[in-house]
């Protein structure tokens, strides 16, 4: 019903920058909040960082002033935009979508198939 496809991921040295892209196309009606989780090898998948339809945000404590999230609700798609990265940042992203795919249908949650952000020091 909903696809979502991520991109922007790959290996950048601490301090640097990378920029994650999430699409979602197929039968959308509304999308209500955007976000993007993260998952480090041996923990729990948690959240980064949100955005509602309403304009509001939300960040993990540990990225903000480092990470921005941003959304096009024309083109029904979410980005993250990570500065000043750390080694600690490293983890699979996840873009969630909370999306109604017909008016008659309730909302749903939605995951991408995951990006691989890496961080040297």
């Known amino acids: 019903q909903v696809q979502l496809v991520e991109s922007g991921g790959g290996l950048v040295q601490a301090g640097g920058s990378l920029r994650l892209s999430c699409a979602a196309s197929?039968?959308?009606?509304?999308?209500?909040?955007m976000g993007w989780y993260r998952q480090a090898p041996g923990k729990q998948r948690e959240l980064v960082a949100s955005?509602?339809?309403?304009?509001?945000?939300e960040y993990a404590d540990s990225v903000k002033g480092r990470f921005t999230i941003s959304r096009d609700n024309v083109k029904n798609t979410v980005y993250l935009q990570m500065n000043s990265l750390k080694p600690e940042d490293t983890a699979v992203y996840y873009c969630?979508?909370?999306?109604?795919?017909?008016?008659?249908?309730?909302?749903?949650?939605?995951w991408g198939q995951g990006t691989q952000v890496t961080v040297s020091s």
């Open positions: 969630n979508v909370n999306a109604r795919p017909a008016v008659n249908i309730r909302s749903f949650d939605y």
């Open positions: 197929g039968r959308i009606f509304s999308i209500n909040t």
């Open positions: 955005s509602t339809s309403g304009g509001n945000t």
